[in-house]
């Protein structure tokens, strides 16, 4: 790794805690520079403003999930709706373990920085509804195959995905507004009941 990659990264391992575990607000370049023990100029030079870091955050976020517990859970093997139940055990032990390191319940990035500027910056609310879109696909294609093998009956699978997506993050939601991960594993499993109807 050379020394410009080995910045640039140093200052989003920085910030990646912090955001997580704070704000966007509360989380200041000055703090992250210390931490990462780099110069602002250095900052300024690989990430124009605030908004350009939490960007490669959300990234680097996304892409760790994608290709870690999100890729396990949606694992082409399993059948369809074993990877429903996959991913709420594996949202459960994550929140779960976060609170035995940190005290608390940290939620699910993505939604917390959804709350908290997707009405502020439109630049942010787009990179997360991206996030989201991409999520709402993995629970389409699964719902999809499970329709086709005949352990659903024919439902809207677009709707249910969304439905599907907007249960598991208001459940992380509640669990971190009630600094509770149980409240995910006895929660969680309901996703599977929800559906909605062909032509609803």
């Known amino acids: 790794m050379n020394t410009a990659t080995d910045t640039r990264s140093r200052i989003i391992a920085a910030a990646k805690p912090r955001f997580h575990s704070r704000s966007y607000a509360?989380?200041?370049?000055?703090?992250?520079?210390?931490?990462?023990?780099?110069?602002?100029?250095?900052?300024?030079?690989?990430?124009?403003?605030?908004?350009?870091?939490?960007?490669?955050?959300?990234?680097?976020?996304?892409?760790?999930?994608?290709?870690?517990?999100?890729?396990?859970?949606?694992?082409?093997?399993?059948?369809?709706?074993?990877?429903?139940?996959?991913?709420?055990?594996?949202?459960?032990?994550?929140?779960?373990?976060?609170?035995?390191?940190?005290?608390?319940?940290?939620?699910?990035i993505f939604g917390n920085l959804t709350l908290e500027v997707s009405t502020q910056d439109d630049i942010l609310r787009a990179k997360l509804q991206a996030i989201f879109s991409h999520a709402k696909s993995r629970f389409k294609e699964t719902l999809e195959q499970a329709v086709a093998a005949g352990t659903l009956a024919p439902l809207d699978t677009d709707l249910t995905a969304e439905a599907m997506l907007a249960y598991h993050e208001?459940?992380?939601?509640?669990?971190?507004?009630?600094?509770?991960?149980?409240?995910?594993?006895?929660?969680?499993?309901?996703?599977?009941?929800?559906?909605?109807?062909?032509?609803?």
């Not at 300024?44 to 870091?53: A, E, V």
């Not at 006895?186 to 032509?199: C, M, S, Y």
Request: proline fraction near 5%; charged fraction near 25%; include cysteine.
């Open 170 to 200: 208001g459940v992380i939601l509640l669990a971190k507004s009630q600094n509770d991960p149980e409240l995910i594993y006895r929660l969680g499993p309901a996703i599977k009941t929800l559906r909605v109807e062909t032509g609803a």
């Open 26 to 108: 509360n989380v200041g370049i000055q703090e992250i520079c210390e931490n990462a023990g780099v110069q602002k100029g250095s900052f300024y030079h690989f990430f124009p403003s605030k908004r350009d870091l939490v960007l490669a955050v959300i990234d680097e976020f996304a892409d760790e999930w994608a290709n870690g517990f999100v890729a396990e859970a949606f694992d082409p093997a399993l059948p369809p709706m074993e990877r429903i139940d996959y991913l709420v055990d594996a949202a459960y032990f994550w929140q779960r373990s976060i609170k035995q390191m940190h005290g608390r319940v940290l939620g699910c």
